[in-house]
Antibody, heavy 117, light 110 residues
């Protein structure tokens, strides 16, 4: 099982970024998938997840409307579209496979997003 | 969706047992038996070590155990080893179908 994130980088406040997560080694379409972030020196924060077929999506309340999770099962890929980025969105963003009632089984290596002018 | 409450730090000597608490509410920890725990070394991705309150993924030593009473879950590490020094996070499923993490606990092995 492998999860590899990409798409991080430096972006100006107010800008947008799309993160990708390439999955391999398991049947991607059979699992919920999550995004979890970790600001520098801070704890883990669950961001969002998406159902196997993409029909249901859940978000932490304060990111609804700015962040959008999606997936392409044909490409074994998970995405996070991030808009109107703020300095406080600076973090390592992890892709993770869910199990019932939990996430992180396993985690990707993370991709760093820095929001700064 | 407030973060679950964990102690900022705990410590113990090699061979001892320590427990890390994780306190939530009746809308998360107390609602379901869906509490999970993660171990994280500096600069590394977290590792899944406990799920469904007290189950261990394959490969996780049985020195790691979990429990729950009401709105509080606990991770116990017995026979503490130097390699256990890391940050530990709890996580719970919520009645809103979301997940919420604790603030994290730094374990120091003296």
């Amino acid at each position: 099982v492998q999860l590899v994130e990409s798409g991080g980088g430096l972006v100006q406040p107010g800008g947008s970024l799309r993160l990708s997560c390439a999955a391999s080694g398991f049947t991607f379409s059979a699992y919920y998938m999550s995004w979890v972030r970790q600001a520098p020196g801070k704890g883990l924060e669950w961001v969002a997840n998406i159902k196997q077929d993409g029909s249901d999506k859940y978000y932490v309340d304060y990111l609804k409307g700015r962040f959008t999770v999606s997936r392409d099962n044909a490409k074994n890929s998970l995405y996070l579209q991030m808009n109107s980025l703020r300095a406080e969105d600076t973090a390592v963003y992890y892709c993770a496979r869910d199990r019932v009632g939990a996430t992180g089984d396993p985690w990707g290596q993370g991709t760093l997003v820095i929001v700064s002018s | 969706q407030s973060a679950l409450t964990q102690p900022a730090s705990v410590s113990g000597s090699p061979g001892q047992s320590i427990a890390i608490s994780c306190t939530g509410t009746s809308s998360d920890v107390g609602a379901y038996n869906f509490v999970s725990w993660y171990q994280q070394y500096p600069g590394k991705a977290p590792k899944f070590i406990i799920f469904d309150v007290n189950k261990r993924p394959s490969g996780v030593p049985n020195r790691f155990s979990g429990s729950k009473s009401g709105n509080t879950a606990s991770l116990t590490i017995s026979g503490l080893q130097a390699e256990d020094e890391a940050d530990y996070y709890c996580c719970s499923y919520t009645t809103s179908s979301t997940l919420v993490f604790g603030g994290g606990t730094k374990l120091t092995v003296l």
